[in-house]
């Protein structure tokens, strides 16, 4: 299984930009596609993002579409998540884990301890 640690949250304006990375350990990184969660105070976690194994093919939720990048780069046993146009909507503590291609479920319920990013009006 993968593990993982993020980082690069923080605290910016309505309309600023950040890039959120997923630290991998693990030599079979490569093997897993990855996905982008987040969870706001009160509410449940939900889908942001998700890059097959390859880096080839992605999918965004329609919250973050047309906004949000995710990228990877197997060579670092990284993923990336860089967040443009950020909305006071996008506060949440965002994680990273393995999924399922498709349904875009996350393979474990073994959540790290995310990164908080925070959006200010």
């Known amino acids: 299984?993968?593990?993982?640690?993020?980082?690069?949250?923080?605290?910016?304006?309505?309309?600023?930009?950040?890039?959120?990375?997923?630290?991998?350990?693990?030599?079979?990184?490569?093997?897993?596609?990855?996905?982008?969660?987040?969870?706001?105070?009160?509410?449940?976690?939900?889908?942001?993002?998700?890059?097959?194994?390859?880096?080839?093919?992605?999918?965004?939720?329609?919250?973050v579409k047309g906004r949000f990048i995710i990228?990877?780069?197997?060579?670092?046993n990284t993923v990336y998540l860089q967040m443009n146009s950020l909305k006071p909507e996008d506060t949440a503590v965002y994680y990273c884990a393995a999924v399922s291609w498709g349904s875009y479920y996350p393979r474990s319920n073994d959540w790290g301890q995310g990164t908080q990013v925070t959006v200010s009006s």
């Open 71 to 76: 990228s990877r780069d197997n060579a670092e």
């Open 1 to 63: 299984q993968v593990q993982v640690v993020e980082s690069g949250g923080g605290l910016v304006q309505a309309g600023g930009s950040l890039r959120l990375s997923c630290a991998a350990s693990g030599r079979t990184f490569s093997n897993y596609h990855m996905g982008w969660f987040r969870q706001a105070p009160g509410k449940e976690r939900e889908f942001v993002a998700a890059i097959n194994w390859s880096g080839g093919a992605t999918v965004y939720a329609d919250s």
